[in-house]
Nanobody
Framework: QVQLVESGGGLVQAGGSLRLSCAVS????????MGWFRQAPGKEREFVAA???????SYGDPAKGRFTISRDGAKNTVALQMNSLKPEDTAVYYC?????????????????WGQGTQVTVSS
Protein backbone atom coordinates (compact mmCIF):
# COMPACT_ATOMS: atom_id res chain seq x y z
CA GLN A 1 0.00 0.00 0.00
CA VAL A 2 1.45 3.32 -1.08
CA GLN A 3 1.26 6.16 1.42
CA LEU A 4 2.06 9.77 0.63
CA VAL A 5 2.64 12.46 3.24
CA GLU A 6 3.13 16.10 2.27
CA SER A 7 4.93 18.76 4.26
CA GLY A 8 6.29 22.25 3.78
CA GLY A 9 3.18 24.31 3.25
CA GLY A 10 2.58 27.59 4.99
CA LEU A 11 2.06 31.32 4.65
CA VAL A 12 4.36 33.35 2.42
CA GLN A 13 4.30 36.81 0.90
CA ALA A 14 3.92 37.32 -2.82
CA GLY A 15 7.25 36.92 -4.56
CA GLY A 16 8.50 34.49 -1.95
CA SER A 17 9.34 30.79 -2.15
CA LEU A 18 8.23 27.55 -0.56
CA ARG A 19 9.46 24.00 -0.90
CA LEU A 20 6.94 21.20 -0.55
CA SER A 21 8.02 17.65 0.13
CA CYS A 22 6.20 14.36 -0.31
CA ALA A 23 7.41 11.31 1.60
CA VAL A 24 6.59 8.02 -0.11
CA SER A 25 6.22 4.74 1.77
CA UNK A 26 5.12 1.31 0.71
CA UNK A 27 6.82 1.55 -2.68
CA UNK A 28 9.93 3.00 -4.17
CA UNK A 29 9.11 6.42 -5.60
CA UNK A 30 11.15 5.68 -8.71
CA UNK A 31 8.65 2.99 -9.74
CA UNK A 32 5.80 5.49 -9.76
CA UNK A 33 4.81 8.54 -11.73
CA MET A 34 4.75 11.23 -9.04
CA GLY A 35 2.70 14.36 -9.36
CA TRP A 36 1.57 17.49 -7.59
CA PHE A 37 -1.93 18.92 -7.86
CA ARG A 38 -3.59 21.86 -6.18
CA GLN A 39 -7.13 22.85 -5.36
CA ALA A 40 -8.34 26.30 -4.42
CA PRO A 41 -11.74 26.87 -2.75
CA GLY A 42 -14.55 26.57 -5.27
CA LYS A 43 -12.24 25.39 -8.04
CA GLU A 44 -11.41 22.05 -9.60
CA ARG A 45 -8.26 20.16 -8.76
CA GLU A 46 -5.49 21.42 -11.04
CA PHE A 47 -2.37 19.70 -12.34
CA VAL A 48 0.87 21.35 -11.23
CA ALA A 49 3.77 19.06 -12.13
CA ALA A 50 4.86 15.44 -12.46
CA UNK A 51 8.05 13.40 -12.69
CA UNK A 52 8.54 9.86 -13.94
CA UNK A 53 11.06 7.16 -13.07
CA UNK A 54 13.55 8.39 -15.67
CA UNK A 55 13.49 11.92 -14.28
CA UNK A 56 11.49 13.44 -17.10
CA UNK A 57 9.13 16.18 -15.97
CA SER A 58 5.89 17.79 -17.02
CA TYR A 59 4.41 21.08 -15.82
CA GLY A 60 1.00 22.66 -15.88
CA ASP A 61 0.72 26.20 -17.21
CA PRO A 62 0.64 27.91 -13.77
CA ALA A 63 3.91 26.20 -12.81
CA LYS A 64 5.98 26.74 -15.91
CA GLY A 65 9.04 28.86 -15.27
CA ARG A 66 8.38 29.19 -11.52
CA PHE A 67 8.07 25.70 -10.03
CA THR A 68 10.46 22.77 -10.17
CA ILE A 69 9.66 19.16 -9.35
CA SER A 70 12.46 16.82 -8.28
CA ARG A 71 12.96 13.41 -6.77
CA ASP A 72 15.37 12.10 -4.14
CA GLY A 73 15.74 8.36 -4.62
CA ALA A 74 17.78 7.87 -1.46
CA LYS A 75 15.15 9.53 0.73
CA ASN A 76 12.19 8.26 -1.33
CA THR A 77 10.76 11.75 -1.53
CA VAL A 78 9.49 14.12 -4.19
CA ALA A 79 9.81 17.86 -3.83
CA LEU A 80 8.14 20.87 -5.40
CA GLN A 81 10.20 24.05 -5.27
CA MET A 82 7.92 27.04 -5.78
CA ASN A 83 9.42 30.45 -6.55
CA SER A 84 7.93 33.84 -7.38
CA LEU A 85 4.71 32.87 -5.66
CA LYS A 86 1.53 34.79 -6.40
CA PRO A 87 -1.71 35.15 -4.41
CA GLU A 88 -3.42 33.00 -7.05
CA ASP A 89 -1.13 30.12 -6.08
CA THR A 90 -3.04 29.89 -2.80
CA ALA A 91 -4.50 26.38 -2.57
CA VAL A 92 -4.22 23.01 -0.92
CA TYR A 93 -1.38 21.16 -2.62
CA TYR A 94 -1.62 17.40 -3.00
CA CYS A 95 1.02 14.81 -3.77
CA UNK A 96 -0.23 12.02 -6.02
CA UNK A 97 1.12 8.90 -7.68
CA UNK A 98 0.15 6.45 -10.39
CA UNK A 99 1.52 3.13 -11.61
CA UNK A 100 2.58 4.33 -15.03
CA UNK A 101 5.52 5.78 -16.90
CA UNK A 102 3.32 8.07 -18.97
CA UNK A 103 2.33 11.58 -18.01
CA UNK A 104 -1.23 12.70 -17.57
CA UNK A 105 -2.78 15.86 -16.16
CA UNK A 106 -6.00 14.06 -15.32
CA UNK A 107 -6.27 13.77 -11.55
CA UNK A 108 -8.63 10.79 -11.91
CA UNK A 109 -5.74 8.78 -13.35
CA UNK A 110 -3.77 9.00 -10.10
CA UNK A 111 -4.53 6.23 -7.62
CA UNK A 112 -2.58 7.34 -4.57
CA TRP A 113 -3.03 10.68 -2.77
CA GLY A 114 -1.65 12.48 0.22
CA GLN A 115 -3.77 14.45 2.67
CA GLY A 116 -2.71 17.81 1.26
CA THR A 117 -0.82 20.79 2.60
CA GLN A 118 -2.09 24.37 2.65
CA VAL A 119 -0.16 27.06 0.80
CA THR A 120 -1.27 30.64 1.35
CA VAL A 121 0.31 33.53 -0.53
CA SER A 122 -0.46 37.00 0.80
CA SER A 123 -0.39 40.10 -1.38
Amino acid sequence: QVQLVESGGGLVQAGGSLRLSCAVSGRTATTLLMGWFRQAPGKEREFVAAINWSGSTSYGDPAKGRFTISRDGAKNTVALQMNSLKPEDTAVYYCAARDSYFFTMDYAAYLYWGQGTQVTVSS
